[in-house]
C-alpha cells in the first residue's frame, strides 16, 4: 500500500513537533545540569526512533541497501553528535576551560557534523537508483535554497539591529529540515 499524502503530512508534523522540544527546553531553562543531558538524551532517542520507524513504516519496506547502509551510518553520526553535544555543553558550563582545549570543547560537536555531511555524499554515490538520486539532489538543492533566503534576510535584519544575530548552529539543522520537508513534495510531482 502506497503512503498517502496525509500520512505523511502527519509524520512530518510529529517531527516537526519533536524538533521543537530541544529548543522548547533550553529556552525555558526547565531543567539545568545532567537533568537536562539525561531530557536530551531521552529526547534524541525518542526522535532518532520516531523518524527511523515512522519512514520505514511509511515506506512500507522499500528501503534499499544504498538507504539501509545511509541510515545505519547516520545514526551513528547523529549519536556521535549528541554524545559530543552534551559533553562539550558539560565542559563548556564548568567555566574551567581556556586557550586551545576550549576551542577543541567548543568545536567538537561540528565534527559528527561534517560526518553526516559525508554520509549524506556516500548515499549520493551508493544509490543505484537514479531517480532517488535525482530527488535526493533536488530536495537538497531545494534545501540550499531555504537556508540561503533565511540566513540572507535575517542577516540584513541583524544588520540592522531588527532582530538579533542569527545562530549559525541552527543552519544545518535548518537545511536538514528543508530537505526533508520537499522530498515528498518532489515525489508527489512524479506520482
Not at 503512503?3 to 530541544?22: E, K, M, N, V, Y
Not at 537536562?36 to 534499499?64: E, H, N, T
Amino acid at each position: 500500500m502506497k503512503p498517502t499524502w496525509p500520512r505523511w503530512a502527519l509524520f512530518f508534523a510529529g517531527a516537526a513537533a519533536l524538533s521543537a522540544i530541544p529548543f522548547g527546553l533550553a529556552f525555558s531553562h526547565a531543567l539545568k545540569g545532567a537533568a537536562m543531558l539525561v531530557a536530551m538524551g531521552v529526547w534524541f532517542v525518542a526522535y532518532m526512533a520516531y523518524v527511523f520507524v515512522g519512514s520505514s513504516r511509511l515506506k512500507a519496506g522499500r528501503i534499499g541497501p544504498a538507504m539501509r547502509r545511509y541510515r545505519r551510518r547516520l545514526a551513528g553520526a547523529m549519536l556521535a553528535y549528541c554524545v559530543a553535544l552534551m559533553g562539550s555543553l558539560a565542559l563548556l558550563r564548568g567555566g574551567a576551560l581556556t586557550g586551545p582545549l576550549l576551542w577543541i570543547v567548543a568545536a567538537a560537536p561540528a565534527i559528527p557534523i561534517l560526518g553526516v555531511l559525508v554520509v549524506m555524499g556516500l548515499y549520493l554515490k551508493e544509490e543505484p537508483d537514479e531517480f532517488e538520486r535525482a530527488v535526493h539532489v533536488e530536495a537538497m538543492l531545494w534545501g540550499l535554497g531555504v537556508v540561503l533566503a533565511l540566513t540572507t534576510v535575517w542577516g540584513f535584519l541583524s544588520n540592522a539591529q531588527v532582530v538579533p544575530a542569527p545562530p549559525l548552529f541552527l543552519v544545518f539543522p535548518l537545511f536538514c529540515l528543508a530537505w526533508g520537508v520537499s522530498q515528498p513534495l518532489i515525489r508527489r510531482r512524479y506520482q
